[in-house]
């Protein structure tokens, strides 16, 4: 990309203003730079022209040259020449808007008062506008059944659309997803989708707040509410680390919908359907009050007393390991590191709670901590390679952003396991790179400048030397380099220091070192890189506190359990992959809900001085003893040896689908039904082999699933990390290790 030839300015009379605009700019943007209105209905400032609706209509007396256009003309369409004049009020002008309101409201029916979009709908607002006062139509309106399911999300009222392809230019030209599409002719023309093929997309529900008259309607809020009912709460999307921007709408302390913010530094207009769609675990399964156990068993408590209990046994603890997870606000990671080494006095404390390295720990405080690089450096890039990091799947709004860079003209290579569906969006040069064997594959990557810019994902930290080979690059070539994390707090964390301090122990050796006690908050133990050694290592333990939201394996063996708010539920600020700063405020205010922070102050405000520092215990004792065993991420897998019947090794590669079976999923059922079913990837000539069912068999157990041919490095095989049972780490193989595949019998 880079820099181009210097752009033009052009000057254009608009209802007899002069308008200072560069060549190119469309005459309704033109417009709109002096606050002249001109309806439309199919213009969308980020989605290419069409003139699909005809509402924008306007004169143009002198085209710059000197003569008129013969007729009205779509001002979304044309661009201004110098010396044009262009009238939008004149009589030519209004005949011809109210005479294409009038035909888009002759079939439209009168749905507004239990229409989703009435309070809030353009059509509704420019009828008023630019319509007449009364209809000449005396017959009877166009009736379909309805309404039509396009996906479990998205659904049609076919009576009601206009026809203005906003849908399906935004599902062809933003994700990529071209699903929909305007089937028939003529006044039969409507939006359709293939025959038993729902419309997939990870960012299908955009459609939905884009359609501008109630056509495409929301299974999840259909009927619900209206906009007047509703109030609404500007936020930060946390299901990723993109810090997309979304609005809350609520009404008596419930979310009713979730709606893309408008912000052209981060995600634009767009946000994916797990940040629009995925709230319901707010409510689902909450923590009602304080536990502490007695006699073996959970009973409810006082804030007062389980905070007491939960600051004495901390106290009484010999060797204190600090877990907090990565879903935390910087505050509250803040809060965590202070309470870890003010408060308990322990270097054990790391928020990562998936597999890791001790490379990945240098890499993390050396190469991101306090770095910045934005989504416009991205923009402005040469060449941007991707290692670790599939973004349609772990990064959302990265992922749009990229595939706009590239049409408009950013290289793109990536390093990957497979050559999967959200590379080709990209238009992506995929290196087959095997699972461990990313350094190697750095090495083949060519034309990286000062201008490039090197995107690594957290599941490098699986591959031995691939950060260290990323970071060396960037050295050399004076390329820009980040480090993509997929949890909302992840980066957060590291700004915060919730790495193991000198002598400390990290979250593996941890779970692995025998502790006296630990201080977990919102972990998942099928998450670990050995979920089997984290249970026991809860069960182990003398003494457990468990931060949480909801009922969970942590909370069931917790000496003390203590709720916290969600993110709705409190104020905070997340820090993006960027290393922007998000802040967002509280939406609900409600009693007894504490983040993090506050519960730590109320625990740290009653804790005497911690045995492990009243007594003099050298902490690194337990960490020389522990780090032994590594679950095999410090040294290269074995190599595979292709694609033979008889059960041959083959590397694993996995990474998380954006919809799969996270707990923060749980409970919208309409956006679960939209997740890509569990399938493993398999070489074209083994499928053949084998057919279209297979069992894999780890170390840690067997799944059975069908099977896709796919272009994959040599030796490799493909699985979602968390789409099937408790998941890979939990029932299937250790990572790093390699896995059998044989048909199914």
């Known amino acids: 990309m ?13 209802d007899g203003h002069d308008v200072t605009v560069p060549e190119g700019t469309l005459v309704i943007r033109a417009a709109e730079q002096v606050g002249i209105e001109i309806p439309r209905f199919c213009d969308h400032p980020l989605l290419a022209p ?10 143009i007396p002198d085209a710059g040259n000197g003569r008129g256009f013969p007729k009205p003309q779509a001002s979304c369409t044309i661009p201004v020449a110098e010396g044009m004049v262009v009238e939008t009020q004149n009589s030519t002008a209004v005949k011809a808007q109210q005479g294409i309101m009038e035909f888009l409201l002759v079939n439209h029916p009168l749905d507004c008062p239990v229409c989703d979009k009435g309070g809030e709908c353009p059509l509704q607002n420019q009828a008023m506008s630019h319509g007449q006062g009364e209809t000449r139509f005396e017959g009877t309106k166009r009736t379909f059944p309805k309404p039509i399911n396009l996906s479990p999300n998205v659904l ?8 203005c392809q906003r849908c399906t230019r935004f599902a062809a030209e933003i994700p990529g997803d071209p699903g929909i599409a305007l089937i028939q002719r003529g006044a039969q023309q409507q939006i359709g989708i293939a025959d038993d093929k729902p419309f997939s997309s990870y960012f299908s529900g955009n459609v939905i707040q884009i359609c501008p008259v109630g056509a495409l309607t929301s299974d999840d809020y259909r009927f619900r509410a209206r906009p007047f009912d509703l109030v609404s709460t500007p936020g930060v999307a946390e299901h990723d680390a993109c810090g997309a ?27 994916s359907d797990k940040d629009r769609f995925g709230f319901r675990y707010v409510v689902r399964e909450r923590l009602a009050s304080p536990m502490v156990r007695e006699d073996g068993e959970l009973r409810p408590a006082s804030w007062l007393e389980a905070v007491a209990v939960a600051a004495k046994g901390l106290a009484a603890a010999g060797s204190v390991g600090v877990l907090p997870g990565g879903r935390l606000t910087l505050e509250d ?11 308990l006095r322990t270097p054990h404390i790391d ?4 597999p890791l390295s001790e490379e990945e720990t240098g890499f993390l405080r050396s190469r991101v901590a306090s770095t910045s690089l934005t989504y416009a450096d991205l923009d402005a890039a040469d060449h941007v390679i991707l290692v670790g990091l599939e973004p349609e799947d772990e990064a959302g709004t990265l992922f749009l952003r990229l595939r706009k860079a590239n049409q408009q003209g950013l290289r793109i290579t990536a390093l990957s396991p497979y050559a999967s569906e959200g590379s080709r969006k990209l238009g992506a040069a995929v290196v087959l790179t095997a699972p461990g064997a990313d350094a190697e594959g750095l090495s083949q990557v060519s034309d990286v400048t000062e201008a490039s810019v090197i995107l690594v994902g957290e599941r490098l930290a699986t591959s031995p030397g691939a950060y260290t080979a990323a970071a060396e690059l960037a050295d050399r070539t004076g390329a820009r380099l980040a480090w993509v994390p997929r949890r909302a707090g992840d980066r957060g964390a590291v700004e915060a220091g919730l790495l193991p301090g000198e002598g400390g122990l990290d979250a593996e050796a941890i779970v692995r070192s025998g502790l006296d006690a630990l201080l977990i908050a919102g972990v998942d133990p099928d998450d670990t890189a050995d979920p089997a050694a984290f249970l026991a290592a809860l069960d182990q333990a003398g003494f457990v506190v468990s931060l949480e939201q909801r009922v969970t394996a942590v909370t069931e063996r917790a000496d003390v359990v203590l709720p916290v708010a969600a993110a709705s539920e409190k104020a905070g600020t997340f820090v993006t992959w960027e290393g922007r700063r998000r802040p967002f405020v509280k939406v609900f205010d409600k ?13 740290a405000t009653s804790l005497v001085e911690p045995a492990s520092a009243a007594s003099g215990v050298e902490t690194n004792t337990v960490a020389s003893s522990a780090t032994g065993d590594r679950v095999g991420l410090d040294t290269p897998p074995p190599s595979g040896s292709g694609g033979s019947t008889d059960g041959s090794a083959f590397r694993l590669a996995t990474w998380r689908l954006m919809l799969d079976n996270g707990t923060l999923q749980s409970g919208d059922k309409a956006l679960a039904a ?47 990390t968390n789409s099937f049972g408790r998941g890979v780490w939990a029932d299937l193989a250790s990572p790093g290790s390699t896995v059998s595949v044989e048909g199914a019998k």
């Open 2 to 14: 880079g820099g181009g030839s210097a752009v033009t300015d052009v000057t254009v009379k608009i």
């Open 50 to 59: 069409v003139g699909a609706c005809r509402q924008c209509l306007v004169d």
């Open 156 to 163: 049609l009222d076919r009576e009601r659309c206009i026809v």
């Open 245 to 271: 921007a979304i609005r809350i709408d609520h009404r008596r302390g419930k979310v009713m919908r979730r709606l893309a913010g408008n912000d052209p530094e981060v995600n634009e207009e767009w946000i």
């Open 333 to 343: 990671a803040k809060a965590y590191a202070t309470f870890a080494r003010e408060a």
């Open 351 to 354: 928020f990562r709670s998936r």
């Open 591 to 603: 009693p007894a809900a504490y983040s993090d922070a506050e519960v730590l102050g109320h625990i």
């Open 674 to 720: 939209t997740a890509r079913p569990a399938f493993v990837r398999i070489p074209a000539a083994l499928h053949e082999q084998l057919g279209d069912v297979v069992t894999i068999t780890g170390d840690r157990g067997s799944w059975t699933l069908p099977a896709l041919p796919g272009e994959l490095a040599e030796g490799t095989i493909w699985v979602p």
